[in-house]
């Protein structure tokens, strides 16, 4: 796999999705899809860096370089791609410094301070809510700060069963180095391939796995940060009653805080057995009750997620099933551990899905699923070119409000791009359950309208206010961002707001980390 990712798309060039017919066809008829988007540039100008030399060379390895710069430009969610298509690179930070310790990263943040850089902290670069842009004004200058070069595993405990790296590791070299010694940290979102654990741990990310596994910010039983004022370390025990828990202030703060330069995670041994299966149930409805039943009492799978009717008809719940015919809703199901555990939880459950409705279906969608679980984007990039919008949007809500929730969010979308005369397509899944609740996961197709921009915007923002009227949160696992702003302000209260100003305050008086991101 290429480890850079490209820069006006997701992953590797080599690995860019084609579309099938039955997809072109599928545009075409039930979308209206006929001209092509507008493709990826093969490059892009840039203002000239506005930081001056002698600042520049106070702040150690640091590029200012075109490709260093236009790579750096943004994340990847539809809209930051629909910009780069449309011409647009304003957001590319001037510069790009690559520090390789906790000292560095604090020598740098002295310098942004005397000299009024605006500082946006990047690891693998795939945030979707607007998370590595930076607002300029009053600022000398922008600058990325790659952590790329912190990517060492600084100590595992076989005891303790934890392992503490720098932020810069990518999912899949944390799990090449963890497994040398028997290990994994078993956190796959969509992102794995190119996201960085300091990310995961910004973000508050959410993986795949994480029935199982956890979310990640359960994971992280230690930490230290670098700040504008010096630097935070929080974690000394698996649990404590010292107070509030620091490290609670740190994880999702999206670099707005500090920069995390350290981690201490939880890691377990690498499972003898991964069994993946899939069942079908008559409805949503069904097959959401059975995901709250296998959730509240178990067995405990490792995986579990539900598509809708729609997700299951369209065949995106499989990758390359599309048009499969298969009626109801799937649900997938998978189990991790020794090979005898695996068994008795396998067949635990089978009989509670089958006599909650539920059908099986075998092991082949649930192997398909696994295989295919991270090509999602690479689809996303080749209906742009085909002329679709493709975005995403998730939510959470407890078991009694998630009907609610699903229809009302569902019909906002629906409504706001038929008003639009661009009808979509709105598939959703569930994939991350609790005992209390779940999230919900859109996946919205439409065909591009004239300003898809505004198009989506429009539609994000009647889904974003159907979701926070029926009780839901803004985000489960993509974070705030600058797209959630003003749903988070809402959600948290006045009081809320207050608080967090006031910890930016602390940590960041004049308010060089990433200025404009979550704080609202």
């Not at 299966?277 to 008559?282: G, L, N, P, S, V």
């Not at 998630?402 to 661009?422: F, G, W």
């Amino acid at each position: 796999m290429n480890t850079t990712m490209r820069w006006g798309g997701w992953g590797d060039p080599d690995r860019a999705a084609t579309l099938s017919d039955s997809i072109r066809g599928l545009l075409g008829q039930a979308l209206g899809v006929e001209a092509p988007g507008a493709p990826i540039p093969a490059d892009l100008p840039l203002e000239p860096c506005r930081i001056p030399a002698d600042v520049l060379a106070l702040l150690g390895d640091v590029s200012t370089s075109h490709a260093d710069r236009l790579s750096h430009l943004r994340g990847k969610s539809t809209p930051d791609l629909l910009r780069i298509r449309s011409g647009d690179a304003a957001d590319a930070p001037d510069a790009v410094a690559r520090p390789d310790s906790h000292q560095g990263v604090l020598d740098l943040l002295a310098v942004a301070v005397e000299h009024r850089l605006a500082v946006v902290p990047f690891g693998g670069g795939t945030s979707v809510v607007g998370g590595l842009v930076a607002d300029r004004e009053g600022f000398a200058g922008v600058l990325a700060v790659d952590l790329s070069r912190m990517s060492r595993l600084v100590s595992l405990d076989p005891v303790s069963r934890t392992a503490t790296f720098e932020p810069g590791v990518r999912g899949p070299e944390a799990e090449r180095l963890l497994a040398e010694h028997g290990f994994t940290l078993g956190h796959f979102p969509q992102s794995f391939e190119y996201a960085t654990l300091g990310g995961f741990a910004a973000t508050r990310s959410s993986g795949q796995s994480s029935a199982g596994y956890g979310r990640f910010d359960e994971l992280v039983v230690a930490l230290r940060a670098a700040t504008p004022t010096g630097t935070i370390e929080a974690g000394r025990a698996p649990r404590s009653a010292a107070g509030p828990d620091l490290r609670q202030l740190l994880l999702g703060s999206e670099g707005a805080f500090g920069i995390l330069t350290e981690l201490t995670v939880r890691i377990r041994p690498v499972p003898e057995v991964r069994h993946y299966e899939a069942w079908t149930f008559e409805d949503f409805s069904e097959g959401t009750a059975a995901m709250r039943a296998v959730a509240q009492d178990g067995p405990a799978p490792t995986v579990l997620r539900l598509s809708d009717e729609y997700e299951t008809a369209i065949g995106l719940s499989r990758p390359g099933a599309l048009g499969s015919g298969a009626g109801g809703c799937q649900l997938l199901i998978g189990f991790e551990g020794t090979a005898d555990d695996v068994a008795a939880r396998q067949s635990l459950a089978a009989d509670r899905l089958r006599a909650l409705g539920g059908e099986p279906l075998g092991t082949g969608p649930g192997d398909a699923w696994a295989a295919g679980r991270f090509a999602a984007p690479y689809l996303r990039d080749a209906l742009l070119d085909a002329g679709a919008l493709v975005e995403t949007l998730e939510t959470a809500g407890f078991w009694s409000t998630l009907p609610t929730v699903y229809e009302t969010v569902r019909e906002a979308l629906v409504d706001a791009l038929v008003e639009q005369d661009t009808p979509p397509l709105v598939l959703c899944h569930i994939s991350h359950v609790y005992p209390t609740g779940a999230s919900l996961y859109f996946t919205v197709t439409a065909a591009q309208g004239p300003d898809p921009l505004a198009q989506w915007d429009a539609a994000k923002r009647a889904a974003s206010d159907a979701l926070a009227a029926a009780g839901a949160t803004i985000t489960h696992h993509h974070a705030i961002g600058r797209d959630h702003k003003p749903w988070y302000a809402d959600e948290v209260g006045p009081l809320g707001v207050a608080v967090l100003r006031a910890v930016k305050s602390t940590l960041d008086p004049t308010g060089i980390l990433n200025p404009g991101v979550l704080i609202p």
